[in-house]
């Protein structure tokens, strides 16, 4: 039976390096493309990450069961992503490597989707369905980051509105809203998308 999240942290307290590394595989992959997702500069998004879990070893005396340790993972590292754009605001900088091919965070995001349904056996259909996802993907990248990395926490990741909301450090009325109006601005993009497609 695996060790939950708790009993991983608690391990972690210990300084138990095996609870440690547990941990890491459990969350490396999410965490990752979740902060790639929001600095958008793969060089910031890897310093953030070695970052989120050396507060985690170093930090895990301070963590409270008051909230999922995945909400306590997420919380580090938005933390650490907002540091990273109020830096690049401040110096006017710009990402020059976000929109490089292979180096753009939804670039993985198109891989994936283009990897056709089994259960379809229309290639056509495939092909069709996998356009549409692929669109529906550019529409998310489109959005105002706000908007895109709430909604991207609550669906792609499949948090809570509250574990959202602690995470971003904003009010529950706030990741409402945000998602609320990703989705009314995603129809109307990828309405569009369709459109001229």
């Not at 008051?66 to 993972?73: E, G």
């Not at 948090?159 to 909301?165: G, P, T, W």
Request: charge should be neutral.
């Amino acid at each position: 039976m695996h060790p939950t999240d708790e009993e991983l942290i608690l391990g972690c307290r210990r300084g138990d390096e095996e609870s440690f590394d547990q941990l890491f595989e459990r969350y490396r992959s999410k965490l990752f493309t979740f902060i790639w997702r929001y600095v958008r500069q793969r060089e910031a998004a890897e310093d953030i990450f070695q970052e989120t879990f050396v507060r985690v070893f170093t930090r895990a005396g301070t963590y409270r069961r008051r909230a999922k340790v995945s909400t306590w993972l997420y919380t580090i590292a938005a933390n650490l992503c907002r540091d990273e754009l109020k830096r690049r605001k401040r110096r006017g900088t710009v990402s020059l490597d976000a929109s490089l091919p292979g180096e753009d965070p939804s670039h993985a995001w198109s891989l994936a989707l283009a990897v056709p349904d089994e259960a379809s056996e229309n290639p056509r259909e495939s092909a069709e369905e996998t356009e549409h996802r692929a669109a529906l993907w550019r529409a998310v990248d489109a959005l105002p980051d706000e908007l895109r990395v709430t909604l991207e926490l609550q669906i792609v990741h499949g948090l809570k509105y509250r574990e959202v909301a602690e995470i971003l450090g904003i009010p529950l009325g706030t990741v409402q809203s945000r998602i609320h109006n990703a989705v009314r601005l995603l129809r109307k993009q990828f309405r569009d998308v369709l459109e001229h497609a």
